[in-house]
Every structure is written in C-alpha cells, then in structure tokens.
C-alpha cells in the first residue's frame, strides 16, 4: 500500500521559514493535503490538493508537490503555529486515504 | 457554522462491541461524503473509513475491515460507526470528518470520542 513519509519534527525561531516534507513514490500524480493538529484538540485543515487555502487560513501557509515530495512551508513563525502536521493522500489504487506519520513543529 | 458532535465512546472488554455517532449540524449533510478517522493516544492519524452521500458506497481501511461498519441516515443528519470484536489496538480517539470529493479532502472534523479496549 502506498506509505508517506515525513520527519518527526522541525524546530524554528519566530520569525523564520518552517518547512514539512512528505515523501511519497510519485507523490507529485496526487493530491496532497495538510492538516494542523494543536495540543488537545482535532486537525484542522491548512492546506489542500498541493497548495490552495481553505478560507481563514492566513496566507503564511503555502504548499508544493514535485517528484517524490510534498513540502508544506509555514513563513514568519509565531508560537501559535506550534503543532503536529500531518499530509494526506487519496490512494485511487486501494481506495483507502493515507496519512504520514506527523511532524511535530517545535518554536524555539 | 459546521459541527461535527461523536458520542458513544466507553471502555469495553476485548471482543466486545460498541457503536459510535456522530451528530452533523451547520451543512447540508446530503451533500457530502464523510470519514471515521482515528488517533490512539501519543500517535499519528489513522483513517478508518468512509462513506459516500447516500450510504451506497463504503470502504474500510484493511485493520477493521469485517469488524467495522460505517453508516449514515440523511434524515436525521447522523453519521454512525458499528464496532465489533474490538482489540487492544482499537484503543483511540476516534474523529468523524466531513469529505469534500473528488480528491477526499476532510475539510471539517469533530472532536472526538475515547474507545478504550480494555479487560
């Protein structure tokens, strides 16, 4: 079955660029969606097939999809942004959706 | 607004059963497919299943497929989970997610309900 793969984590200053991976074989023939899950409380959705925003999600959240990798990239870091992100896809061939395993953000 | 509601969620003995709810308000359900996604407690997001708009189209994630039954009644804006001969490993939060098609994209998502699979 399909596998997507993503660092456990990524740590930033306030500020600076945050960038979450997610690697998949030919990811770039998939949609590829990305997902915010703070302490306590359940996922919300950042950004959608590769790189559209759902309404109320600031511009700061941008995404890619090329080759083999998927990249969310969160710029000028604020400590509420600190979470786990998860990316997800939709396997056509088993008809199931996949999830990587999470990266959690750590502000320093 | 869009709320998601589950309830059901318990402590039940290895084997047994339980049946989880999901209340859906602030949309129009009929018009939408959704998901059961689940999270065990420290660890990552599992999907577990889904169903298309009118219940006839379903698909279940090969951990509980024969164990798990996903249904819906439009009417009454409810979306439920039937789980039988639960194990260990089925101890998690398990989440109800509206999905927007064709790319089953889970836009919305509830909070939440506890199964605890304990002896």
């Known amino acids: 079955s399909y596998v997507l793969t993503q660092p456990p984590s990524v740590s930033v200053a306030p500020g600076e660029t945050a960038r979450f991976t997610c690697g998949g074989n030919n990811i770039r023939t998939k949609s590829v969606h990305w997902y915010q899950q703070r302490p306590g409380q359940a996922p919300v959705l950042v950004v959608y097939d590769d790189r559209d925003r759902p309404s109320g999600i600031p511009e700061r959240f941008s995404g890619s999809n090329s080759g083999n990798t998927a990249t969310l990239t969160i710029s000028r870091v604020e400590a509420g942004d600190e979470a786990d992100y998860y990316c997800?896809?939709?396997?056509?061939?088993?008809?199931?959706?996949?999830f990587g395993g999470g990266t959690k953000l750590t502000v320093l | 607004e869009v709320q998601l509601v589950e309830s059901g969620g318990g402590v039940v003995r290895p084997g047994g059963s339980l049946r989880l709810s999901c209340a859906a308000s602030?949309?129009?359900?009929?018009?939408?497919?959704m998901s059961w996604v689940r999270q065990s407690p420290g660890k990552g997001l599992e999907w577990v299943s889904r169903?298309?708009?009118?219940?006839?189209?379903?698909g279940y994630a090969d951990s509980v497929k024969g164990r798990f039954t996903i249904s819906r009644d439009n009417a009454k804006n409810s979306l439920s989970l039937q789980m039988n001969s639960l194990r260990a490993e089925d101890t998690a939060f398990y989440h109800c997610a509206r999905v927007l098609d064709p790319a089953r994209v889970f836009d919305f998502w509830g909070q939440g309900t506890l199964v605890t699979v304990s002896s």
């Open positions: 602030g949309f129009t359900f009929d018009d939408y497919g």
């Open positions: 169903i298309n708009w009118n219940g006839g189209s379903t």
């Open positions: 997800q896809v939709w396997d056509s061939n088993s008809d199931h959706s996949i």
